[in-house]
């Protein structure tokens, strides 16, 4: 089973941001050295317990610091930027790591203040309706193929070396599932965000996926299922391990945005009867969170999988125990062997 890791670069309990950066770097040679293929760093900002808010950068940080293992974004939030600066960024990664970067493009908002100070132009509050457009530039960049009445075709380039990123289109929403089907990429789905479309949509994706012969695309469906993932060695004590994560998203849901994760046995005794640990009835329904002993959970992985047939599981692991995280990884891949 192909597996990758998805990175938030969370602060861990004791430490500092910069601690957090460095954990991530850990984490990355310690996938490589278990096998993973990819792992990537998403973007997250107005965060202080989250540290990954730059994955451009991070990027580089890991991939020198790594052999092997792909290293991309987990998204870069296209709708922030421009496609052309996007194109030159990834177009930099190539040339000092070649074959080993990946581009995975999402959208989201970060919220509505946060939003604006990412904008240049702060008259008026930015469109999400352009989200198709955006991309088809970006892909356009990549290789140089706008068409022949583009206004600026033949007057700008996003010069590279001829190497290209691993294009992957990311999202939780029919919008991502069409537009990677109609364009001919490589599609991950974020089942932890959209637990109740991820049926309708991967079957949106699989069921209108168009081949094509550019550069960036497949001629067959690429599907990886994004899931959040929590094991130890017991079901008790890998619902602690999941417990902070479980209460920041419920104060999220109330609208408090905390700036750190509390205790696991506190985070617990907050949740009481509230903290979720389902299992697994119908590998097409998967729930929002995998959480208990790892042979348990190993065997849901291994049904998710194969009722989609995605080619890749990617793990989310939402914590600030770094000690714990690193070992529940490793507890995953030895019981995930096919």
Not at 277 to 285: S, V, Y
């Amino acid at each position: 089973m192909n597996l990758s890791l998805v990175d938030i670069s969370i602060t861990p309990y004791g430490g500092d941001r910069r601690q957090a950066l460095k954990n991530t770097i850990e984490t990355a040679r310690l996938v490589e050295d278990l096998g993973f293929q990819r792992i990537w760093l998403a973007e997250h900002h107005n965060l202080a317990n989250a540290a990954g808010r730059s994955p451009e950068v991070l990027i580089a940080a890991v991939a020198e610091n790594t052999q092997r293992i792909n290293v991309g974004s987990g998204a870069v939030l296209l709708n922030h930027y421009s496609p052309f600066k996007v194109a030159e960024l990834f177009g930099t990664l190539c040339e000092l790591y070649p074959g080993r970067i990946d581009l995975g493009i999402g959208r989201a908002t970060t919220g509505r203040y946060t939003d604006v100070a990412l904008q240049r132009n702060r008259s008026s509050y930015q469109r999400f309706d352009d989200s198709r457009e955006q991309l088809v530039e970006l892909l356009a960049w990549l290789t140089d193929d706008f068409t022949e009445n583009h206004p600026l075709k033949g007057k700008v380039r996003s010069y590279n070396d001829g190497g290209l990123p691993n294009v992957y289109l990311l999202g939780s929403s029919s919008f991502s599932a069409e537009a990677a089907a109609e364009l001919g990429l490589a599609y991950v789905f974020a089942s932890f965000i959209n637990t109740s479309g991820t049926y309708p949509i991967i079957s949106t994706y699989t069921r209108t996926f168009q081949p094509s012969e550019k550069p960036y695309a497949h001629k067959r469906p690429k599907l990886t299922l994004s899931l959040s993932v929590y094991v130890h060695d017991t079901d008790e004590l890998a619902l602690q391990f999941s417990a902070p994560m479980q209460y920041m998203f419920k104060q999220m849901q109330s609208g408090i945005i905390t700036g750190t994760y509390i205790p696991e046995e506190e985070a617990l005794e907050k949740l009481g009867s509230s903290i979720l640990m389902e299992r697994l009835n119908n590998p097409l329904h998967p729930p929002r969170y995998l959480i208990g002993k790892t042979e348990t959970v190993a065997r849901e992985i291994k049904l998710i999988r194969q009722a989609y047939g995605a080619e890749e599981i990617m793990f989310q692991i939402i914590t600030a125990n770094h000690t714990q995280r690193l070992k529940s990884l490793e507890l995953l891949v030895n019981h995930l062997r096919d």
